[in-house]
C-alpha cells in the first residue's frame, strides 16, 4: 500500500504521524511511504532522516491525496484538505467528528474510509491511542505546576519537593487514571504530599498498592475536596466522565479558601474543565489569575512537547498502521476489532453512534459495511 503522511496545519501544532523509525517498519512490511515537505521538522526529524529510512519526500498535501491509499495526520483534516480526500481512500488520525459539523459532513461527502484514534477501544474498553497524550498530560502538569510557584511567575515562591528541614509543597489530584496516575508519580518523585482522588474503589484499591508512600490515594467526595483544596498548593483537574462534560467539582467558593499564589492546573479543559472558574487557555498565553490563584488551562497540553508526544503516538499507531497496510482496512477491522471500533465513516456512511447522534445522522451499524 502507498502511506501518505501529510505536514500537519492546524496552529501549534508540531507532531507527525509517522517517525523515520515507523518508515522504516513500514517499508520492511512491504508499504511505499510518502511524506509532506518539512512535516517533520516540528518534532526534529529531517527530510534527510526520511529519505534514510526509505520515504519518498514530495511537495504539496494535494500529490499526496491524488497518489496514495491511506493518510496519516496526527489532527482531524482540516477544510483546505476536503475536497483532497478521494472516494475510498483510508484517512487515519485524530477526528473528533462529534463537536464538528463541517468536519462530519465533508466526510460524508467524500465518502472515505476516516479510521479516528480516538475511538480505537482496546479489549478492556481502554483507548490505547489517547493513553499515551494522557500520560504526557500528567506528567507535564506538575512539571507546570512546579514552574508557576515560584515567585517569578507570581506564584507562592516555594519549591515542590521543599529541602532538608523544610516541608514540600501539598498537590491534590483529582481523578487517578492516566492523567492523574501520571501527575501523582511525577509529583511524588519530587517529593510533594500528593492527595489522589478517584470515585471508583476498586481503582483505589489499585492506586493504593502500586503508589509510593508519599502518596494518598483517597475517594473524592465535596467534603474532602474542600478540606484538602484549603491547605494545596497544586491542585491537578484529572477527571473524565465518558460521553459527558466533566463536572464542576472546585467551586469559586472553594477557591476563595486557597492560599494566595496557589496553582491549578485543569487538564480536563478539554471537556469543559472541572474547576468552576476554568477557561481553556493556549501555550501561548497558558494562564490567568482569579482570586489570586494561578489557573493553567492548555487545552492540548502534548503540543508543547512535540518530539515526547510525537515518538509516544506514533509508538502507539504504528501497529495499527501497519495491519491496515497490510490486510487492507476492511480485512484488518474484521481481524481486529479494536480496528473496528476506529471506523467513523465508510463510504459516506456513519458508523459510529456517538457521531450519528451529535447530528441526528442515520447510523449504520459497522458489521453492515464489513
Ligand atoms: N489538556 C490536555 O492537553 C489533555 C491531554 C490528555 C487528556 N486530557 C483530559 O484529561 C482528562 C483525564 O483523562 P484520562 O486519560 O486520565 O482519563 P481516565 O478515564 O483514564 O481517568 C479519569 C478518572 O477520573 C475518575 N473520576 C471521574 N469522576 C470523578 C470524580 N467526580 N472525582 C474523582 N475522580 C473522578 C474516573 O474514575 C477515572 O479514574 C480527560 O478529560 C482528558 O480528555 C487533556
Known amino acids: 500500500m502507498k502511506v501518505g503522511i501529510l505536514k500537519e496545519i492546524k496552529a501549534e501544532e508540531n507532531r507527525v504521524s509517522m517517525t523515520p523509525a515507523g518508515v522504516e517498519v513500514m517499508r ?3 508499504h511505499d511511504v510518502v511524506v509532506e515537505k518539512a512535516a517533520g521538522l516540528g518534532s526534529g526529524f529531517s527530510d534527510e532522516a526520511y529519505i534514510a529510512a526509505g520515504a519518498k519526500i514530495i511537495d504539496t498535501p494535494a500529490e499526496i491525496y491524488a497518489d496514495c491509499e491511506m493518510i496519516m495526520h496526527v489532527k482531524e483534516p482540516q477544510p483546505s484538505e476536503y475536497d483532497l480526500v478521494r ?3 483510508i484517512v487515519f488520525t485524530y477526528f473528533h467528528f462529534a463537536p464538528d459539523e463541517p468536519l462530519t459532513r465533508a466526510f460524508i461527502k467524500n465518502k472515505s474510509v476516516a479510521i479516528a484514534y480516538e475511538t480505537v477501544e482496546g479489549p478492556s474498553g481502554d483507548l490505547p491511542l489517547l493513553t499515551p497524550m494522557s500520560e504526557v498530560a500528567g506528567r507535564m502538569s506538575i512539571q507546570e505546576g512546579a514552574k508557576y510557584l515560584e515567585r517569578y511567575y507570581g506564584g507562592r515562591g516555594l519549591l515542590m519537593g521543599g529541602v532538608t528541614g523544610v516541608a514540600p509543597a501539598n498537590v491534590v489530584v483529582i481523578g487517578g487514571g492516566v492523567v492523574g496516575t501520571n501527575a501523582a508519580h511525577m509529583a511524588c518523585g519530587l517529593g510533594a504530599k500528593v492527595h489522589l482522588l478517584d470515585m471508583n474503589l476498586d481503582r483505589l484499591r489499585y492506586l493504593s498498592e502500586i503508589m509510593p508512600k508519599n502518596c494518598f490515594p483517597m475517594m473524592s467526595s465535596p467534603a474532602l475536596l474542600r478540606e484538602l483544596v484549603m491547605d494545596a498548593d497544586v491542585v491537578i483537574g484529572a477527571i473524565l466522565v465518558a460521553g459527558a ?3 464542576k467539582l472546585v467551586t469559586r ?3 476563595k479558601s ?5 496553582v491549578i492546573v485543569d487538564v480536563a479543559i478539554d471537556q469543559g474543565g472541572c474547576f468552576e472558574t476554568s477557561i481553556p487557555t493556549t501555550h501561548g498565553d497558558p494562564v490567568y489569575e482569579v482570586e489570586d490563584v494561578i489557573h493553567y488551562c492548555v487545552a492540548n497540553m502534548p503540543g508543547a512537547v512535540p518530539v515526547t508526544s510525537t515518538i509516544a503516538l506514533t509508538n502507539a499507531t504504528l501497529p495499527y498502521a501497519v495491519e491496515i497496510a497490510n490486510k487492507g482496512w476492511k480485512q484488518a477491522a474484521i481481524e ?3 480496528i473496528k471500533t476506529g471506523l467513523n465513516m465508510v ?3 456513519v458508523t459510529y453512534k456517538g457521531v450519528a447522534e451529535a447530528f441526528d445522522l442515520e447510523y449504520v451499524v459497522v458489521d453492515n459495511v464489513l
Request: glycine share 18%.
Open 28 to 30: 520492511a512490511n512491504g
Open 87 to 89: 472516494e475510498g481512500q
Open 245 to 247: 462534560k466533566a463536572p
Open 253 to 255: 467558593d472553594m477557591l
Open 258 to 262: 486557597m492560599k494566595k499564589g496557589s
Open 336 to 338: 481486529n476489532n479494536a
Open 347 to 349: 463510504n459516506g456512511k
